[in-house]
């Protein structure tokens, strides 16, 4: 029996995605960066599906993209349009945004970790045929099946359903008559993998510090310039725990990543952007 997407409330409860509003991150990643130096000089109307609190969209408003987005997430929407003012932000799914606004076509759709949740692919590509410009094109990231195991402990349904490499992806794609224009694998840095033995094995090497610091900090309504310390230890914090990592962990890191570089397990993701044949 294949395997069915759990839903929206499943997601509000999961370790993994209950908590990633209350510390959002508001920077583009890597795959964001990629996909607009790739369109670099092009512009129209973009949809973001998934698009969480809207930290790509914010970066294709500031390259002059019109901008919409959409994601099941009520309190990721909330946090999009009050952080970075964006506007066309809704809580719906795909199909309900579409019968929302039948008439509305985009040069550019894009659906960033969001293609390994679905259970009904060919469904969802034929909407979102529909939905683009004669001419439009189409952006995603997916894990990369072929990377290590241990790097992706989440990538097992019911959170990923799917999982993909490039001839898989391609061959999808080409039913729907795309075609891949660009793609990019993403390894593993030291970082990441550091960051990994941290999250796995770090527990005891934790004071919470960061977290004192932050929840003092949103006791009360301080004046600015305690405000302004304040941020300042809580970067101070921060470092000091970016270096204790490195200290502890960096050498077995630095081990894996080695063993790694000549084989394609370094890999943890990838994203292509796909044009009408």
């Known amino acids: 029996m294949p395997f069915r ?3 929206a409330t499943w997601y509000e409860h999961d370790e993994r995605y209950a908590d990633r509003n209350a510390d959002p991150i508001l920077k583009p990643n890597e795959k964001h960066l990629g996909v607009m130096n790739f369109l670099s000089g092009e512009s129209g109307k973009v949809l973001d599906v998934g698009c969480g609190v809207g930290n790509f969209l ?11 987005g959409v994601d099941f997430d009520r309190d990721a929407i909330e946090a ?6 964006l506007e066309h932000l809704s809580v719906a799914s795909l199909e309900d945004f579409h019968t929302s606004h039948p008439d509305l076509h985009f040069e550019l759709i894009t659906f960033f970790d969001v293609f390994e949740h679905l259970d009904n692919h060919n469904e969802f590509l034929e909407l979102v045929t529909k939905m683009l410009t004669p001419e439009g094109k189409i952006a995603l990231s997916v894990p990369y099946r072929h990377g290590w195991r241990w790097f992706m402990q989440h990538d097992l349904p019911p959170r990923h359903l799917t999982r993909w490499d490039e001839t898989s992806l391609k ?26 033995f941290r999250f796995n094995y770090g527990e005891w090497t934790s004071f919470g510090l960061v977290g004192k610091v932050k929840k003092r900090a949103s006791v009360g309504t301080p004046l600015a310039s305690s405000t302004v310390r304040t941020n300042l230890r ?3 914090v921060q470092a000091l725990a970016k270096i204790k990592d490195f200290v502890l962990f960096g050498l077995p890191a630095g ?5 790694l570089l000549p084989t394609r397990k370094r890999y943890t993701d990838f994203y292509i952007v796909a044009e009408p044949k």
């Open 5 to 7: 997407n759990p839903g």
């Open 58 to 68: 914010a970066l294709a408003h500031a390259r002059g993209w019109e901008c919409w």
């Open 80 to 85: 999009g349009k009050q952080t970075f003012g």
């Open 171 to 196: 061959n999808v794609l080409s039913r729907h008559d795309f075609r891949i224009a660009y793609l990019k694998r993403l390894p593993a840095s030291l970082y990441f993998i550091t960051l990994k």
């Open 234 to 236: 809580v970067r101070l």
């Open 255 to 259: 081990c894996v990543w080695l063993a």
